[in-house]
């Protein structure tokens, strides 16, 4: 009783103090927003050193387009892809050693044995960049199955320069995830010529030999901070999206736990402290439906360096995870009024987001800088 009446006054000088509402509560932003340029239905972008774009779209072109985004080129060479869902042209990365190189990763879902799945290949950028040549799939997920989702498809590289991490989704089959033998709701760890890296954690007990880590559903993002820690997120089931710290041989859990439930309404149990699978360091319910991950080393927002940002999909937000080391926790949701898809940093530091929509309508790409 005597605690309840001490804590009334402090909790009354509270409210007044916030009866200003916080900028960010009135729907302001931090940042001023400029809009680039605008395409059909984008998944994914990547800066050449020059400061030119490689921007894919879903119907299967990559395109490049000028550092001011007043040109776009479409880029020949590049392979056929099965686009149906949430299949299509996917994600493209630079070669660690590009600038000797010239060499551009990129992911897609075809069709083949099976049904269909997703595959990595990768081929090299003519000096005028209009062209890919010598282009060859160098994996492929396994088994190829029915259905047009789940296929995931995101790439990064160690920042050693000596490994290709890529994501295989469940492919909304659910069980494959926690089977040893099927790539598919994993984080593989390979070669950079797309073979299963050698000392992969798993192998000796039998599991796929690119196997990094397992128990994952649809893994929209991935990549490493300033030290090396390797960070996740991915669209969970309902109420269940996850930002994880990517531990080698660990098993994130899907879909015997989640902190969500099946979007059919049946519950999966919770993540709990002993039960042996790995659980997430944030997670959102309600679902915001993770599109694209980056981590912030830029200069242009200081208090931002070393965290996470999201694009939101079903949330249409742009998202930052407040990155410690190895905890996270969240940060900020920003109302962006579009689905986004993707989150990239500019030579310069500035944020640059890919809307998800199609041409004349929300596929544009945005650049973000500090409001002068
Ligand atoms: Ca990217
Ligand atoms: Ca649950």
């Known amino acids: 009783m005597r605690l309840l009446y001490l804590s009334l006054p402090i909790a009354l000088i509270a409210c007044s103090a916030n009866q200003a509402t916080p900028a960010a509560a009135r729907g302001e932003l931090p940042f001023a927003r400029t809009v680039v340029a605008d395409f059909d239905s984008p998944w994914a972008m990547t800066f050449l050193p020059d400061g030119r774009m490689l ?22 060479g590049t392979l056929p892809v099965d686009s149906a869902g949430q299949g299509g042209l996917m994600d493209v990365v630079l070669s660690p050693g590009f600038a000797q190189d010239r060499l551009v990763y990129f992911s897609f879902s075809e069709a083949g044995p099976g049904g269909k799945g997703v595959a990595l290949a990768r081929g090299k950028l003519a000096t005028d960049a209009g062209q890919l040549e010598d282009v060859a799939v160098i994996f492929r997920a396994h088994p190829y199955v029915e259905g047009d989702g789940h296929y ?99 098993n994130y859990g899907y879909p015997k736990v989640s902190n969500g439930s099946h979007y059919d309404g049946r519950d999966i149990p919770d993540h709990k402290p002993g039960d042996g699978f790995e659980a997430p ?92």
Do not use: C
């Open 55 to 76: 921007v894919t779209e879903k119907a299967g072109q990559l395109k490049l387009v000028s550092a001011d985004g007043k040109q776009a080129t479409t880029v020949t």
């Open 152 to 250: 995931s498809g995101r790439i990064a590289f160690s920042s050693d320069g000596q490994y290709l991490f890529f994501t295989n989704g469940e492919r909304q089959k659910f069980d494959p995830a926690q089977d040893p033998r099927a790539t598919l709701g994993k984080v593989l760890r390979l070669t950079l010529d797309g073979k299963p890296a050698p000392g992969n954690p798993l192998a000796a007990q039998g599991f796929d030999p690119a196997i990094w880590s397992y128990g994952h559903r649809n893994l929209l993002g991935i990549a490493f901070d300033s030290t090396g820690n390797l960070w996740e997120q991915e669209m969970g089931p309902k109420g269940g999206d996850e930002v994880n710290l990517i531990v080698a041989g660990k």
């Open 281 to 372: 360091k944030v997670w959102w319910n309600p679902s915001i439906s993770p599109g694209g991950l980056m981590i912030y080393s830029g200069d242009l927002f200081p208090a931002w360096k070393g965290d996470a940002f999201i694009g939101g999909l079903s949330s249409r937000a742009l998202l930052r995870v407040d990155l410690d080391g190895t905890n996270a926790k969240k940060g900020d949701q920003w109302d962006m009024g579009a689905r986004i898809r993707e989150v990239e940093q500019g030579p310069d530091g500035a944020i640059w987001m890919l809307e998800d929509g199609s041409d004349g309508s929300q596929g544009r790409l945005i650049k973000l800088t500090p409001k002068s």
